[in-house]
């Protein structure tokens, strides 16, 4: 049908194991329902042409922190060819956990984060307890949780994601998180589009390298006054003129008893439209907007 738009749901590819984005088949049925074109597709996927798309729109591309260099040249070529959302430059900005400290340059109250590159000196908290991570990652993914003072098994990992290319971040585990949980504020067409809750991800113990749930005991959750302020701050932050279609604003309790910013989700955020179902017209919305 003339003047139907062409959006493609870009995804990963499980490689033959189960699809773990519950919300995919729900948003293309969704699309195509309210007269779209609507598509899953494999970022990677070599046969596809981007061109042939009016909206490209980033949704469980859950594989590009360990491929992160590919997976921005193919933002970068895909913004080229047709509309990308998110675009290719917050796509390559939010790529980098070093975001976080240019958010706390700006005034955002962020949890404080040291950057380990290889080859730099590895100083470890004595007095604290603390987390190792990488800033390329997500779903925990090489994460773990430390007592102040254990630096064998710390330094380890470290060692281990060195190895691999890896810059470390070093952050203060924050207790809040075992009281308040870790909140997260989803915008869409830049409005909250909703909100939610989980429980602590990083068990004291759990091997970096071991799975982990990435959102335990995910319920609702009406945000404060003060989360949707930070989280404003936060999008305010964002660099370049493009606004981003769609952001999750990861939020934990600091020791103030104030909202941090935990992480600024701008490439590949679930939605969990499982949990808000109710937010799905809102999501086609948007998406259709942007398509046109």
């Known amino acids: 049908m003339a003047g139907?738009?062409?959006?493609?749901?870009?995804?990963?590819?499980?490689?033959?194991?189960?699809?773990?984005?519950?919300?995919?088949?729900v948003l293309v049925e969704a699309l195509r329902e309210a007269g779209a074109g609507a598509a899953a597709v494999h970022w990677d996927d070599p046969a596809v042409d981007w061109a042939g798309f009016?909206?490209?729109?980033?949704?469980?591309?859950?594989?590009?922190?360990?491929?992160?260099?590919?997976?921005?040249?193919?933002?970068?070529?895909?913004?080229k060819a047709t509309r990308l959302a998110n675009p290719a430059g917050i796509v390559r900005?939010?790529?980098?956990?070093?975001?976080?400290?240019?958010?706390?340059?700006?005034?955002?109250?962020?949890?404080?984060?040291?950057?380990?590159?290889?080859?730099?000196?590895?100083?470890l908290p004595a007095d604290r307890e603390y987390v190792v991570k990488p800033a390329s990652g997500a779903g925990a993914r090489y994460a773990a949780r430390y007592p102040a003072g254990e630096r064998d098994a710390a330094a380890r990992q470290v060692e281990r994601m060195h190895a691999?290319?890896?810059?470390?971040?070093?952050?203060?585990?924050?207790?809040g998180i075992d009281t308040h949980g870790e909140r997260a504020l989803q915008f869409f067409g830049g409005r909250l589009l909703h909100a939610s809750v989980?429980?602590?991800?990083?068990?004291?113990?759990?091997?970096?390298?071991?799975?982990?749930?990435?959102?335990?005991?995910?319920?609702?959750?009406?945000?404060?006054?003060?989360?949707l302020a930070v989280a404003a701050r936060a999008l305010a932050a964002v660099p370049g003129d493009a606004e981003p279609l769609y952001a999750r604003v990861d939020l934990?309790?600091?020791?103030?008893?104030?909202?941090?910013?935990?992480?600024?989700?701008?490439?590949?955020?679930?939605?969990?439209?499982?949990?808000?179902?109710?937010?799905?017209?809102?999501?086609?919305?948007?998406v259709l907007a942007a398509a046109r």
């Open 4 to 25: 139907t738009p062409r959006i493609a749901v870009v995804t990963y590819d499980p490689r033959g194991e189960e699809h773990t984005d519950r919300d995919l088949p």
């Open 54 to 79: 009016d909206l490209v729109l980033i949704r469980s591309t859950w594989d590009y922190s360990w491929r992160a260099q590919e997976f921005t040249a193919w933002a970068e070529r895909c913004g």
């Open 93 to 123: 900005w939010n790529a980098d956990k070093r975001y976080l400290g240019q958010l706390a340059e700006a005034g955002v109250p962020a949890v404080p984060t040291r950057y380990v590159a290889p080859g730099d000196p590895v100083d």
């Open 164 to 175: 691999e290319g890896l810059t470390v971040m070093v952050q203060p585990y924050l207790a």
């Open 198 to 227: 989980k429980g602590a991800v990083l068990a004291p113990g759990t091997p970096y390298d071991a799975d982990k749930v990435a959102h335990p005991d995910l319920r609702p959750w009406e945000p404060t006054g003060a989360e």
């Open 252 to 286: 934990v309790t600091g020791p103030d008893g104030e909202p941090w910013v935990m992480e600024l989700e701008l490439i590949e955020p679930n939605l969990f439209l499982g949990l808000h179902p109710d937010s799905v017209p809102r999501v086609v919305r948007a």
